[in-house]
């Protein structure tokens, strides 16, 4: 079993950026594949990228694509999400999750293991 600690959010101006890192540990993450969700108070839980599900190398949500890149540094065995061009609708908990199989996508019921989150918030 996998741990994630999400780290890097807190509250940023509109336009700025801001990059979450996702520590695992118990396992390498380097070629597994992992995904950023969020949820907003009210909302469920929707994805926001993915890496390393088959079919794609990348996958990003409509609403961030062009904005947002998810990466991971091997070495560290860490995951990143940068975020640029925020706007107050990003504003959500922020989670990393790693999923049970390759054949993952953007449903949160592919991912088996979840992070505590991290709170991001857009000042307008």
């Known amino acids: 079993q996998v741990q994630l600690v999400e780290s890097g959010g807190g509250l940023v101006q509109a336009g700025g950026s801001l990059r979450l890192s996702c520590a695992a540990s118990?396992?390498?993450?380097?070629?597994?594949?992992m995904g950023w969700f969020r949820q907003a108070p009210g909302k469920q839980r929707d994805i926001v990228a993915a890496i390393g599900c088959r079919g794609f190398s990348t996958y990003y949500s409509e609403s961030v694509k062009g904005r947002f890149v998810i990466s991971r540094d091997n070495a560290k065995n860490t995951l990143y999400l940068q975020m640029n061009s925020m706007i107050p609708e990003v504003a959500a908990v922020y989670y990393c999750a790693a999923a049970r199989s390759p054949n993952c996508g953007a449903e949160t019921a592919h991912y088996g293991s979840w992070g505590q989150g991290t709170q991001v918030t857009v000042s307008s």
């Open positions: 118990g396992r390498t993450i380097s070629t597994y594949p």
